[in-house]
C-alpha cells in the first residue's frame, strides 16, 4: 500500500513521485469511480442501523433492481481503545488479509473485530464486486451506513448561527468544530458534526444547527479503506443521518390534498429516539428537535405537549402534524397517549403515515427501509411528479447534497492529498510524450547517419575541388538564364488581349436582353505602392455606357451584381482558358457600380425614331479588376541584370 502524503509537505520532485507510484500501482487514472460519491456509483451496500434491527440491502444502479444484502459486519462494541488487544485474532491471520497494514492498525482490529467475521466482510466485499447474484460484475462498491440509531443537534457559536454563509460554514464545521460550536472540551475525535441550515429564517440569531454523530463505526471504515487501497478496487464509504434522509423524502410522504396554509409539523419515529421538524407554510424548515426515547418505550414521552408547544412557539395556529413510522413500529401505544392527551384539549390535525408502504417508495424496496432510495436517483425522479413543496428551497438544497451529507467524510483539504484522475491522466499522456519524444530523437539520429552514408558512397561525394568549382559557375550561369526566362515569361504574359476584351463585352449583354450598348471604353493602369516593389500592381476598366428598356431591367439588375460578374468571370475564364479572367485567388478583386437615370434614347441612323422611344432609362455600368502585387500576372518592373546592379 503506498503512504500518500498531502503535496504541501513536499517539493516538486517528491509530488512528482507520488503521482507516479499512484498512476503505476493504481487504477485512478482509468477507473473514475475513485473520485464519486458512494450513494452515485452502480453496486451499493446499505446497512441501515436503528439500534434494534440491521437491514441490509444492495442496489444495482444499472438494472435498478434491489435485492437484500449480505450480513452486516459490524465493530464490536468491547470499550476497548484502538490500542488495546482484545479477542483471539493472532497477527499472522490479519497480515494474510492485508500485508499493508503496520501494528498500530492491527490494534484497532485486534480491538474490534473478531477474525472469522473479518474473513465474512473481506468475502461478501468480493462477492458484491464480482455481482455473479447482484447484476452483474463492477469496478466499484458503494457501502453506505445509514445511522438511525442516534440523534443530536448542537447550537452553533453565536457568530456562526447567524452566518448566512452556509457552504462556509459546512466546511468549518468539519475541519474545526470546536471553533464553530464554541466549545473547546468537545470530544472531536469520537464525534462527528455536519450542519443543517433552516432555509425558513430569513434572518436571526439561529439560522443553523449542527447534527451530531457518533465514529462508534470507524474501525469499520478504516477496514473498507484498507481493503479498497491493498486489492486496487474503489470502495467507496459513506456514514449518512437517517433523520436527514427522511426529512429529504417528506414531500413523497404527504399528500397535497392534506396540506394546510398553517404550516406542518414532521415527526419521524425511530426506535431509541423520533426528529420533529417544523415546516412553514411554504415548506421551509424553520426548526428541528431531537426527542430522545425513555428505555424500554419507542415514542417519546408528552409529545402531545411537545407539538402544542412547539406549534405555539413558531407561531403555528393550525399545522398539519404527520408522524412517519420510520422504524415499522408498533404505534398503538402512542396514538393512546395521543387520544388522551387531547381528550381535553382542543386537538390538532395529525395524521400517521408508514413511508414503507408508500406506493413507489418502499414497497418493492429489499428490507423497506426508505432512507435507502436516495441512492436511487431514477425512482425518486419519478416520484418526484407527485411530490409536495417542490419549489421549496429547503428541498431543492436537501436534493442536492445536503441530506446526503458523509458524517465521516474527508474535507476538502484531505481530499488533495491525491491527484484528480485528470492529473494522473495528463502525467500518463507526458510519460507516452517522452517516449515519443526519445524516439524521434533516435530517428533523427539514425536518418542523418544513413543521409550522411548514403551521401558519402555517391559519386559527387568523390569530386575533386576544381570539378566543384567549375560545376559552381555553371550552376550560377544557368539561374541567371532561368532569371532571364522568368522574366520574359511575366512581359510576354496574357494581361489584357483586345479580342479578351470584347469578347466579354459581347458574353455580359446576350442578345434580346433589353439592353443597347451605345459606348463603351476599356483601360488598364499599372499602379505601384513604394520605390522597394519589384512588381507592379494594375488594375484594368470597362465603362460601358447605353439604353434599356422596361424588359431590361431583369438584366441590369444581374449586372450590377458583384455575385454575379465573378461567377460569369470565372464561367469564361474556363471556356477562354483566359488567365486573367479567374477571380479565385486573394491576389484579385472585382468591382461594379452602376448609375440609371430616365433618359429617352436618341434616334439615330442604326436606331430610328420608332425603335428608340422603347428605350427610355440610361445607364452607365463601370467594371473594376484589380490585381496586387503578388498576383502571378502583375508585371516584373526591372529585367534581372538591371536588378542585379542596382544591388551591387
Avoid at 198 to 210: C, F, N, P
Avoid at 327 to 337: C, H, I
Wanted: glycine residues 6%.
Amino acid at each position: 500500500m503506498i503512504q500518500v502524503r498531502h503535496p504541501s509537505v513536499l517539493n516538486p520532485w517528491q509530488i512528482y513521485r507520488q503521482s507516479k507510484l499512484l498512476l503505476k500501482h493504481t487504477s485512478r487514472a482509468n477507473n473514475g469511480d475513485w473520485y464519486l460519491p458512494a450513494l452515485e456509483l452502480d453496486r451499493q451496500w446499505h446497512i441501515w442501523i436503528d439500534g434494534g434491527s440491521i437491514v441490509s440491502s444492495v442496489f444495482d444502479k444499472r438494472s435498478g433492481q434491489w435485492f437484500e444484502g449480505p450480513r452486516a459486519i459490524l465493530p464490536r462494541d468491547t470499550g476497548a481503545g484502538a490500542h488495546t488487544r482484545t479477542g483471539a485474532m493472532d497477527t499472522e491471520a490479519i497480515k494474510d488479509l492485508n500485508e499493508s497494514l503496520d501494528q498500530a492498525q492491527l490494534d484497532a482490529i485486534f480491538a474490534h473485530f473478531e477474525e472469522d467475521d473479518l474473513r465474512s466482510l473481506h468475502e461478501s466485499l468480493s462477492r458484491l464486486v464480482r455481482g455473479k447474484d447482484y447484476g452483474g460484475k463492477v469496478k466499484s462498491l458503494g457501502v453506505v451506513i445509514h445511522v438511525a440509531d442516534e440523534f443530536a443537534l448542537m447550537d452553533l457559536a453565536p457568530e456562526y448561527s447567524s452566518d448566512e454563509d452556509f457552504e462556509g460554514s459546512r466546511e468549518l464545521l468539519q475541519l474545526d468544530p470546536a471553533e464553530v460550536l464554541g466549545d473547546s472540551s468537545l470530544d472531536v475525535k469520537g464525534n462527528a458534526w455536519r450542519l443543517l441550515p433552516y432555509w425558513g429564517i430569513d434572518e436571526g440569531e439561529r439560522r443553523s444547527v449542527a447534527v451530531q454523530v457518533s465514529r462508534h463505526f470507524q474501525p469499520l471504515f478504516f477496514e473498507l479503506e484498507r481493503y479498497s487501497e491493498s486489492r486496487n478496487v474503489p470502495v467507496i464509504t459513506a456514514l449518512v443521518s437517517a433523520p436527514l434522509e427522511a426529512l429529504r423524502l417528506a414531500p413523497l410522504m404527504l399528500e397535497a390534498e392534506d396540506l394546510t396554509n398553517s404550516g406542518n409539523i414532521m415527526v419521524f419515529q425511530y426506535r431509541k429516539f423520533s426528529a420533529l421538524s417544523v415546516l412553514n407554510e411554504s415548506g421551509e424548515l424553520v426548526l428541528m428537535r431531537a426527542l430522545q426515547h425513555r428505555p424500554g418505550q419507542d415514542y417519546p414521552s408528552g409529545l402531545g405537549e411537545t407539538l402544542v408547544n412547539t406549534a405555539a412557539s413558531v407561531g403555528l395556529s393550525d399545522p398539519l402534524v404527520t408522524i412517519a413510522n420510520m422504524s415499522g413500529l408498533n404505534q398503538d401505544a402512542l396514538v393512546s397517549e395521543l387520544s388522551s392527551f387531547f381528550a381535553s384539549r382542543p386537538p390538532m390535525n395529525i395524521g400517521l403515515v408508514t413511508p414503507s408502504e408508500v406506493p413507489g417508495l418502499g414497497t418493492d424496496l429489499a428490507g423497506g427501509r426508505v432512507e435507502m432510495t436516495l441512492g436511487d436517483s431514477a425512482r425518486l425522479e419519478k416520484l418526484q411528479a407527485n411530490a409536495v413543496y417542490t419549489g421549496a428551497e429547503t428541498f431543492k438544497e436537501l436534493e442536492r447534497d445536503w441530506a446526503r451529507q458523509n458524517f465521516y467524510g474527508r474535507s476538502k483539504e484531505e481530499m488533495e492529498v491525491y491527484p484528480t484522475q485528470k492529473d494522473l491522466k495528463m502525467l500518463r499522456f507526458f510519460g507516452y510524450a517522452k517516449f515519443l519524444v526519445l524516439a524521434a530523437v533516435l530517428g533523427v539520429i539514425g536518418w542523418t547517419s544513413f543521409d550522411y552514408i548514403k551521401a558519402a558512397t555517391t559519386e559527387a561525394w568523390r569530386v575533386s575541388q576544381d570539378q566543384a568549382q567549375t560545376a559552381s559557375v555553371t550552376l550560377q550561369k544557368l539561374l541567371k538564364d532561368r532569371e532571364r526566362v522568368n522574366y520574359w515569361e511575366n512581359v510576354m504574359a496574357r494581361r489584357s488581349e483586345g479580342w479578351l476584351v470584347m469578347e466579354v463585352l459581347l458574353q455580359l449583354f446576350e442578345p434580346d436582353s433589353g439592353l443597347i450598348v451605345s459606348e463603351c471604353t476599356y483601360s488598364l493602369e499599372g499602379e505601384r505602392d513604394s520605390d522597394k516593389s519589384k512588381t507592379l500592381a494594375f488594375n484594368r476598366t470597362w465603362k460601358i455606357k447605353g439604353y434599356a428598356r422596361s424588359e431590361g431591367t431583369e438584366a441590369l439588375s444581374r449586372l450590377s451584381s458583384n455575385t454575379y460578374l465573378k461567377k460569369r468571370f470565372e464561367e469564361l475564364a474556363a471556356e477562354f482558358a483566359a488567365e486573367s479572367l479567374r477571380l479565385d485567388t486573394d491576389t484579385r478583386t472585382l468591382d461594379v457600380s452602376m448609375q440609371q437615370r430616365q433618359s429617352q434614347m436618341p434616334p439615330s441612323e442604326r436606331f430610328p425614331a420608332s425603335i428608340a422611344r422603347h428605350y427610355r432609362n440610361s445607364f452607365e455600368i463601370t467594371i473594376n479588376q484589380e490585381f496586387s502585387e503578388q498576383d502571378d500576372l502583375a508585371l516584373t518592373m526591372k529585367p534581372p541584370a538591371i536588378a542585379a546592379n542596382e544591388q551591387k
